[in-house]
């Protein structure tokens, strides 16, 4: 123990910061808001298995060789737990991002995040079912206070925008998605102690192969890629943020704080989608945004600390 703690003091501040588990978790989310905008965009110009496969594969290939000498080391342990290795690989990675792109085919915006900010209460529910975990009062009002930030953004501060909504599809397969997520986030203490790239590696190869059946699927139906910059920039996007860097902070910053206090970090996700909306498509910053964010903030802060 010591000897970790002296290696991490002896790295630069600025590698220590990078490496925090709530800076990761954070850097997760933004990723993550800015794969709801590139799915969006690719509406019509990348069908939705065919982006998940695709996706995963290309961010299979760029990992390769960064991971091929440390997949030597860590197989042993791989094939030793596959079973849990399978149910992360397949759920976490296949099941989780082909549902959320199909689903973003029917649903709104506005649906997709209420369901997206369920995600900390679904994974603090699976930690206690599964893994007898304790949330604390303190922790639980967190949580309430952030999902009450986000349903200020999304309703524009107006419950009749809330209470007027319509649920097509779409929403199922987003409720179905989350509970996906839950799991996966709660399950990934049993998963291998391998190293975090060999773990994000074996599951973008999983995911990528498991959906690759649906993408010749969509194919010949007819819902095919169109081969323009539009189709290359999504992709591009897609294929190392969301799937690399996203999941590797993810994986990592759960690792360190837990699913309970960790999954409180899916509340920014929506925070970041308003955020990249008034940069990139020119909305303007209203007053319901700045409350959603304190109280966001708030809650985020609250459900994060140790008692």
Known sequence: ????????SNQPLLLRLL????????????TWAGNHIAARAGAGHVPPLGMASIRWLIGAAILYPFVYRLLRNDWPLIKQQWPIMAILCIGGGAGFSGLQYTALQYTTALNAAIFNSFGPIVIAVAGKIIY??????IQA??????????LTIVSRGDKAILLNMSFNIGDIYLVI???IWGLYSAMLR??????????????AVTAGVVLFPGFLWEH??????????????VMFYVSIFPSIVGYICWNKGIEAVGPARGGIFLHLVPVYGVILAILLLGE????????????IISGVWLASRKY
Do not use: Y
């Open 190 to 203: 049993s998963r291998p102690k391998i190293h975090p790239l060999t773990f994000t590696f074996a599951l």
């Open 220 to 233: 010949v139906n007819g819902k095919q890629f169109h081969f323009d910059w539009l189709t290359f920039w």
């Open 132 to 137: 007898r975990d304790r949330l604390n009062a």
């Open 141 to 150: 009002l967190g949580i309430m206070i952030s999902l009450a930030g986000v």
């Open 1 to 8: 123990m010591s000897g970790d703690a002296e290696g991490k």
């Open 19 to 30: 490496l925090h588990p709530f800076l990761m978790l954070a850097i997760a989310g933004l």
């Open 177 to 179: 998605n989350m509970a």
């Open 284 to 295: 303007m910053l209203r007053i319901f945004h700045l409350a959603g964010f304190v109280l």
